[in-house]
């Protein structure tokens, strides 16, 4: 049966497994795993049982693009992974299934320089083995096409042998075309494009690294950027396909107007393998991988440096002798790399090539003196520092002893160099004429950029204006390491340090969302924008947001409804709520000073599961008023969040006065004031007030029944239910919302 629906020959006996695993795909039509997808993931260094996850979640992905039998219609998606986590492996494996299934032209549009471009065409060259000249390949790669090298006619000819009778089905090859994202280049495609008959031809578009460059940044300005313009000129150009964004940083893609041509109509979220190091690893204390920069060692305006900073000789130091070991133990990967990322200015980069070098050269000198030399003697204690250090993290690493002789010949072996838009800094690096590297730069070893085998990175340089995303782009240090983590380490400002931590929620916030709504079945435009985010972190940047976000910040406050008589029906469902809740719940006299005389004491109940009060109160309280559901929710999602990592908590539940109904006035149809404040007699302290009726650390509910109306006048509503929580400040959060979506 399985052959049979694969199409597969009794020798694909691995396949078989592999595909048997896989389940149907969550969209429209139901891609089939056949021999190029899965020759994909086989060929690659990729463990037997981590194949069939990268095939399921193309998929997954493919399923809910375009089916290739239909003759028009258009789809987009966004393919969110981690940094550095093999989204190239995953949508080279998306466009080998659509060759599978029939797309007869996929398109990447890769790198906004010629370097990315040229690392990720060299990368899908290889996984779809399109050089290979010991067998028929069933692609032809158009590189950068243009009118003036034929390419529309190439095309042209390619897709015509779907259509010929006498071409047999496995020789119907796939163009292939790259291309940079870049204005120009995408000019030059479309041009082409124009010049070729492409109604019926199912086509796959991948915008790698979706947020960056292609959306309109004049969008507040009512005007379109000029790339903005050629990916919708592209997306015009072709009657039947679908355009996937591929990225690691979502917020952009997510918070554009659902109206704009690139908001994602889908989400898929990929998944990285067991051999990963991201943000939940690279920070947690027990990993021991981070230094921090001190502030005077941050070049800036008021803080010139004359002179390379202790950290970056500890750094350098540290990649020597992680070199050495990697030398001496003859270990994989073949290279080992440093990255010195300062800023984004060339004259930076310039000063910190020169530390380097200079201090290279130095140590170099140094290293070949005899060993009774004093500054040898003083440069190798430094080294034996350093190497108590690694130990902590390698257990692994060689005696010391045996180490040193090795030092030399691996600063011999290492190569400097800039890495950024000057004229010497953009030629590729060509990874196997050193097996070490130290590499300075700035953008140009941001977003998308592979520093083979790093385990140094040196990051001298603030959060800037705190974009979430932007800081997100320069984490290279993620990646495939876990084979050599203990010999990594993160050299980082503080600043730069806590938006990270920040970012790492905020990340796991996201995927964690995206995830459960994909199983909803329905699509992206009405997904709630709501996330975690610190509030000194900014989700994107702003010129290319039309609709404006705003904070909710959780946590040492109280958040209740201000609007809780909004519907009749609504206070009669939350009086059953409430009635039922209160049923279950054994209170006691509050023990919290009251010498009221004239007032119902408060009740107490400790020690209440959150998970009880989430399932049976908060989330069947009924809340009407758009401004009350601002605050509401973000409680509530918060409250969740909570309970995923802390599932056993505990809360506090409060009765204010005993449930006897409390009268309070209205102001244009809000409670005027809701918390009885502080009571004074004979000034003493009768009653601390309501807003301190909580318990310090764990979440406090209060519980309240309300008539609403101005005193000695009929009361607008009678008997309302209303429920007022406090969020300790150990676990606040701070929240954005958009005003788009459900």
């Known amino acids: 049966m399985i052959r049979d629906r694969y199409n597969l020959n009794s020798s694909d006996a691995l396949m078989i497994e592999?595909?048997?695993?896989?389940?149907?795909?969550?969209?429209?039509?139901?891609?089939?795993?056949?021999?190029?997808?899965?020759?994909?993931?086989?060929?690659?260094?990729?463990?037997?049982?981590?194949?069939?996850?990268?095939?399921?979640?193309?998929?997954?992905?493919?399923?809910?693009?375009?089916?290739?039998?239909?003759?028009?219609?258009?789809?987009?998606?966004?393919?969110?992974?981690?940094?550095?986590?093999?989204?190239?492996?995953?949508?080279?494996?998306?466009?080998?299934?659509?060759?599978?299934?029939?797309?007869?032209?996929?398109?990447?549009?890769?790198?906004?320089?010629?370097?990315?471009?040229?690392?990720?065409?060299?990368?899908?060259?290889?996984?779809?083995?399109?050089?290979?000249?010991?067998?028929?390949?069933?692609?032809?790669?158009?590189?950068?096409?243009?009118?003036?090298?034929?390419?529309?006619?190439?095309?042209?000819?390619?897709?015509?042998?779907?259509?010929?009778?006498?071409?047999?089905?496995?020789?119907?090859?796939?163009?292939?075309?790259?291309?940079?994202?870049?204005?120009?280049?995408?000019?030059?495609?479309?041009?082409?494009?124009?010049?070729?008959?492409?109604?019926?031809?199912?086509?796959?578009?991948?915008?790698?690294?979706?947020?960056?460059?292609?959306?309109?940044?004049?969008?507040?300005?009512?005007?379109?950027?000029?790339?903005?313009?050629?990916?919708?000129?592209?997306?015009?150009?072709?009657?039947?396909?679908?355009?996937?964004?591929?990225?690691?940083?979502?917020?952009?893609?997510?918070?554009?107007?659902?109206?704009?041509?690139?908001?994602?109509?889908?989400?898929?979220?990929?998944?990285?393998?067991?051999?990963?190091?991201?943000?939940?690893?690279?920070?947690?204390?027990?990993?021991?991988?981070?230094?921090?920069?001190?502030?005077?060692?941050?070049?800036?305006?008021?803080?010139?440096?004359?002179?390379?900073?202790?950290?970056?000789?500890?750094?350098?130091?540290?990649?020597?002798?992680?070199?050495?070991?990697?030398?001496?133990?003859?270990?994989?990967?073949?290279?080992?790399?440093?990255?010195?990322?300062?800023?984004?200015?060339?004259?930076?980069?310039?000063?910190?090539?020169?530390?380097?070098?200079?201090?290279?050269?130095?140590?170099?000198?140094?290293?070949?003196?005899?060993?009774?030399?004093?500054?040898?003697?003083?440069?190798?204690?430094?080294?034996?520092?350093?190497?108590?250090?690694?130990?902590?993290?390698?257990?692994?690493?060689?005696?010391?002893?045996?180490?040193?002789?090795?030092?030399l010949r691996a600063m011999r072996w290492t190569t400097v160099r800039v890495l950024n838009d000057s004229p010497e800094g953009t030629a590729p690096v060509n990874w196997s004429d050193n097996p070490y590297w130290i590499l300075v730069g700035g953008q140009s070893m941001d977003r998308g950029f592979t520093v083979e085998g790093l385990t140094v990175t040196y990051m001298p340089r603030g959060p800037g204006i705190r974009n979430a995303d932007t800081i997100q782009q320069r984490a290279r240090f993620f990646g495939y390491k876990q084979a050599y983590r203990g010999y990594c380490r993160i050299f980082l400002e503080q600043d730069v340090y806590d938006a990270f931590l920040a970012y790492i929620e905020h990340e796991e916030d996201i995927r964690s969302q995206l995830i459960e709504y994909r199983n909803t079945g329905r699509t992206l435009s009405d997904w709630r924008r709501e996330f975690f985010l610190a509030g000194n972190l900014h989700p994107t940047r702003n010129n290319v947001i039309d609709i404006d976000y705003w904070r909710v910040q959780l946590g040492d406050r109280w958040v209740y409804p201000e609007r809780p008589h909004d519907v009749g029906e609504v206070i009669e469902a939350n009086r059953a709520v409430f009635s039922q809740f209160i049923s279950r719940i054994q209170f006691v006299e509050h023990d919290g000073l009251d010498k009221r005389v004239t007032e119902h004491r408060n009740l107490v109940a400790r020690g209440i599961p959150l998970s009880h009060v989430h399932e049976n109160l908060l989330t069947r309280i009924r809340i009407t008023s758009l401004e009350d559901s601002r605050l509401f929710s973000p409680l509530l999602r918060l409250i969740q969040f909570h309970l995923a990592q802390n599932p056993n908590d505990l809360c506090t539940i409060f009765l204010i006065s005993g449930g006897s109904p409390i009268r309070r006035a209205c102001e244009n149809e809000r409670i005027k004031q809701l918390f009885q404040g502080r009571q004074l007699a004979r000034r003493e302290i009768t009653y601390p007030g309501d807003r301190e009726v909580k318990d310090a650390g764990v979440i406090s509910i209060q519980l309240r029944y309300l008539t609403l109306g101005e005193y000695q006048q009929q009361p607008i509503a009678d008997n309302v239910p209303h429920l007022a929580a406090w969020i300790p400040a150990s676990i606040a959060r701070d929240m954005v919302q958009q005003p788009q979506g459900a």
Request: proline share 8%.
């Open 18 to 407: 592999v595909v048997n695993h896989l389940q149907p795909g969550p969209g429209r039509w139901q891609p089939r795993v056949m021999k190029e997808a899965f020759g994909v993931v086989s060929c690659q260094a990729i463990p037997q049982d981590r194949q069939p996850v990268i095939l399921q979640e193309a998929v997954n992905i493919l399923s809910r693009c375009v089916p290739p039998s239909e003759i028009s219609g258009q789809e987009t998606g966004l393919v969110i992974g981690y940094v550095q986590s093999g989204k190239t492996m995953s949508f080279t494996t998306v466009a080998a299934l659509a060759h599978d299934n029939g797309y007869r032209m996929v398109i990447i549009i890769a790198g906004t320089s010629q370097y990315l471009l040229c690392q990720s065409r060299n990368r899908l060259c290889n996984d779809l083995r399109i050089n290979s000249i010991s067998e028929h390949r069933p692609w032809r790669h158009v590189p950068d096409p243009t009118l003036s090298k034929d390419s529309h006619r190439i095309i042209r000819d390619i897709l015509e042998d779907w259509n010929d009778p006498i071409v047999p089905p496995e020789e119907r090859r796939t163009v292939l075309i790259t291309v940079m994202k870049n204005h120009r280049h995408l000019h030059r495609l479309i041009e082409v494009l124009n010049s070729i008959e492409l109604r019926g031809i199912p086509t796959l578009i991948i915008d790698d690294e979706g947020d960056q460059a292609g959306l309109n940044t004049m969008v507040r300005r009512g005007n379109q950027s000029t790339t903005y313009r050629r990916l919708l000129a592209l997306r015009a150009a072709i009657p039947q396909h679908s355009f996937l964004q591929y990225t690691a940083t979502p917020q952009a893609p997510l918070l554009i107007n659902i109206v704009d041509v690139l908001s994602p109509n889908f989400a898929e979220v990929i998944t990285p393998g067991d051999n990963y190091i991201g943000g939940r690893d690279v920070f947690d204390e027990r990993w021991n991988l981070i230094r921090i920069i001190p502030s005077d060692e941050i070049p800036s305006e008021n803080n010139r440096l004359t002179g390379p900073p202790q950290t970056l000789h500890c750094a350098m130091r540290l990649f020597f002798l992680g070199a050495a070991a990697h030398l001496m133990k003859r270990d994989t990967p073949p290279n080992r790399s440093m990255m010195v990322h300062p800023s984004r200015l060339t004259d930076i980069h310039g000063q910190y090539f020169n530390w380097v070098r200079d201090t290279r050269e130095g140590w170099l000198y140094i290293f070949r003196q005899p060993s009774d030399d004093h500054a040898y003697r003083d440069l190798i204690e430094l080294f034996h520092r350093d190497y108590e250090d690694l130990l902590r993290t390698e257990p692994g690493l060689p005696s010391f002893d045996s180490i040193v002789p090795y030092i």
